[in-house]
C-alpha cells in the first residue's frame, strides 16, 4: 500500500514522489510505504486551506460540530480496525491501542459538545449606550505536527478543536506512524468533511515542518514531540510569528511515601512505566520513595515485573510491546551505562532481548536503577523507553524538591494515605498534571493536557483550554447611542 497526501479532499497522485517504508516494530514487517512530501507540496495544501478556511469559517459552530459526532460515530464503528492497525504500527499492546482510539472518540464527542458553547463574554462599557462583548473567533489555516507515540489520540487533540473552532488544517502525521493518518483522512472523506478543511501531508519534519512553519499563511503551529524539536520549531515559528503551542518531554515521577498503600503503589509504578514500553510524555521515569519503604517497594516492584509479559503487542497475552525502532533501543540502551557509571545499581533489566521474535523487532526489557541520586543524567534526562530511576529521600518536602529539581514538569504523582500531604502535593508539585494515589498517566481528554517549563510554552491541548490554541479573541463594541462617544473622555461622571 502506496500511503499518498489527502488535500482539498482528493488523494494525490504521486507516482514521482519518494517513498519510505513503514515497519511493525513488532516483527520488522513492511507495512506500508509512504510518501516523503516536499515543500511544493505543503503550498499546495496550504492554498486549499485557505481557499476552504474563508467558507468554513462562516459554517456556524453547531454545524461544524456535526461532523464532529459524525467522525466520533464512525471511529466508534471502527474501533477495533482502528486499533489493529495502531498497534501493528506503532506497537504499542492491543488493549492500550483500544484505549488510544477511545480517547479520540471522546474527543471528537467532547469537542462536537463545544460547538454549541464556545462560551465568549459580555462586560458593561464604560460608556452608555454602549454594548461590549468578546468573542472566540477563528484564526485560519493551522499545522499540526504529532508524534509516532499516540498516532490518534494526540492528532484528535489538535483537529478536533481546530474543526470546531472554524479553522483548516495541515496535519503532518510522524514519519513512523502514518497509517493511522490514513484511516483518519478515510474518515474525514467519509464524512463529508467540506474539500480543503483537512488536508494530510505526509513526509519528514525537516521538509514538511519546515515548509509549515515558514508558509506565510500558516498561522498556528502546534507541536507535540521532543523538547530538541520542539526548540526549533519555537525558534523558526517565533522567527516567522506563528502562534506556536508546544507539547514536549516530561522526567515524570511517583512519589511514595511511607504511609502509602504499597500494592496500589506498585500497580500505579507499573502501569505508568512500562505501558507503552515507556513510550508516554507522560511515562513515570523516576520513582521517589521514604526510606522506610524502599526496600519493601522494591521487593514488590520485583516480584511483580516477573508477571510482566513482552512481545508482539496484537496478541493479547502480551503486557509489554517493542519499542519504535532501532535507534530508540541504541537511545535507551546508552543509559544502562551511563547509570552504571554514574554509580546507581541496576537492579533488573538493561537489555535489549534476542532471539526468537525478539530477533526481528524491537524489544528492551523492563529495567530498573536503584540509589540514584537526584542529579544523575538517567534521573534527569528523558529516555522515553522502559526504565526507571528509584531515588530514596527521608521526608515529603525532599521528595517535592526532587521532583521539581529537573527541567520538565508534565506529570506527577504521590501516593499516602494522608490527606494533609496529599493537598500540599498538589499544589507544590510543579507540573501541569498531578495525580494522587494514581500512577502518572492516565489523562482524560476534557482537562487540559500539558506541562510546566521544559515541557510546553504555556499552552494546552485538551481540554476547553484547547480552544485558546485554536481561536481567538475578538472584541466587539456595540455603540447604539446614536453619537460620539470618546472612549477615556467622555465617560467622567
Ligand atoms: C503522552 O504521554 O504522550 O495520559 C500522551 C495518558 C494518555 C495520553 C498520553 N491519555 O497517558
Known amino acids: 500500500m502506496k500511503l499518498t497526501n489527502f488535500v482539498n479532499g482528493q488523494w494525490q497522485q504521486t507516482e514521482q ?12 514487517d513492511e507495512l506500508a510505504k509512504v510518501r516523503m512530501s516536499t515543500a511544493q507540496d505543503v503550498d499546495l495544501a496550504v492554498k486549499a486551506a485557505v481557499i476552504a478556511q474563508k467558507k468554513w469559517a462562516k459554517v456556524p ?6 461532523y464532529l459526532y459524525e467522525i466520533g460515530r464512525l471511529m ?12 501493528k504500527e506503532m506497537g504499542k499492546v492491543i488493549e492500550e491501542g483500544r484505549g488510544e482510539v477511545q480517547e479520540g472518540i471522546d474527543m471528537a464527542y467532547y469537542m462536537a459538545g463545544e ?6 463574554e459580555t462586560t458593561p462599557s464604560e460608556l452608555g449606550d454602549k454594548f461590549a462583548m468578546s468573542i472566540r473567533s477563528p484564526i485560519g489555516v493551522v499545522g499540526l505536527i504529532t508524534p509516532w507515540n499516540f498516532p490518534v489520540a494526540i492528532a484528535t487533540w489538535k483537529s478536533f478543536p481546530a474543526i470546531v473552532g472554524g479553522n483548516t488544517f495541515i496535519w503532518k502525521p510522524a514519519t513512523e506512524t502514518p497509517m493511522m493518518a490514513y484511516e483518519m483522512a478515510k474518515i474525514f472523506e467519509e464524512v463529508g468533511l467540506p474539500d480543503g478543511v483537512a488536508n494530510i501531508v505526509f513526509g519528514a519534519g525537516s521538509e514538511v515542518g519546515t515548509a509549515l512553519l515558514e508558509h506565510k499563511d500558516v498561522r498556528v503551529i502546534s507541536f507535540t514531540g521532543s523538547t530538541e524539536t520542539g526548540r526549533k520549531v519555537a525558534e523558526t515559528g517565533g522567527r516567522n510569528l506563528k502562534k506556536v503551542s508546544l507539547e514536549m518531554g516530561g522526567k515524570n515521577a511517583v512519589i511514595v511515601m511511607e504511609d502509602a498503600d504499597l500494592d496500589l503503589a506498585v500497580e500505579g509504578i507499573l502501569w505508568s512505566a512500562f505501558g507503552t514500553a515507556g513510550q508516554r510524555c507522560t511515562a513515570c521515569s523516576r520513582v521517589i520513595v521514604h526510606k522506610d519503604v524502599k526496600e519493601e517497594l522494591q521487593r514488590r516492584l520485583l516480584t511483580k515485573m516477573e508477571t510482566l509479559t513482552i512481545g508482539d503487542g496484537s496478541d493479547e497475552n502480551i503486557k509489554i510491546g517493542p519499542v519504535i525502532n532501532r535507534k530508540a533501543i541504541e537511545k535507551i540502551h546508552s543509559y544502562i551505562e551511563i547509570g552504571q557509571q554514574e554509580g546507581a545499581t541496576l537492579l533488573v533489566g538493561g537489555e535489549i532481548l534476542t532471539g526468537g521474535i525478539y530477533d526481528k523487532g524491537n524489544y528492551y526489557a523492563p529495567t530498573l536503577f536503584t540509589d540514584v541520586q537526584p542529579n544523575m543524567r538517567i534521573a534527569q534526562e528523558e ?3 522502559p526504565v526507571v530511576s528509584i531515588i530514596e529521600v527521608a521526608s515529603l518536602d525532599e521528595a517535592i524538591e526532587v521532583n521539581n529539581g529537573v527541567i520538565y514538569g508534565l506529570s506527577s504523582s504521590i501516593y499516602t494515605a494522608d490527606v494533609n500531604r496529599a493537598f500540599k502535593a498538589q499544589r507544590d508539585l510543579d507540573t501541569g498534571i498531578v495525580y494522587i494515589n494514581a500512577g ?3 489523562a482524560e481528554i476534557h482537562l487540559p493536557f500539558g506541562g510546566t517549563k521544559g515541557t510546553g510554552n504555556g499552552h494546552r491541548d485538551s481540554g476547553v483550554a484547547a480552544l485558546d490554541v485554536f481561536t481567538e479573541w475578538k472584541s466587539v463594541y456595540v455603540d447604539y447611542s446614536g453619537k460620539l462617544q ?8
Not at 514522489?17 to 520488522?28: I, K, Q, S, T, Y
Not at 459552530?61 to 456535526?66: I, T
Not at 470618546?486 to 461622571?493: H, K, L, P, W
Open 61 to 66: 459552530a453547531p454545524k461544524r460540530a456535526d
Open 440 to 442: 502518572t498517566t492516565g
Open 115 to 120: 460547538g454549541r458553547r464556545m462560551f465568549g
Open 76 to 87: 466508534k464503528e471502527r474501533k477495533e480496525h482502528l486499533a489493529q492497525v495502531l498497534t
Open 383 to 385: 529516555i522515553f523507553g
Open 17 to 28: 514522489a519518494e517513498f519510505r517504508p513503514v515497519l511493525n516494530p513488532a516483527n520488522g
Open 486 to 493: 470618546r472612549a477615556q473622555i467622555d465617560n467622567e461622571t
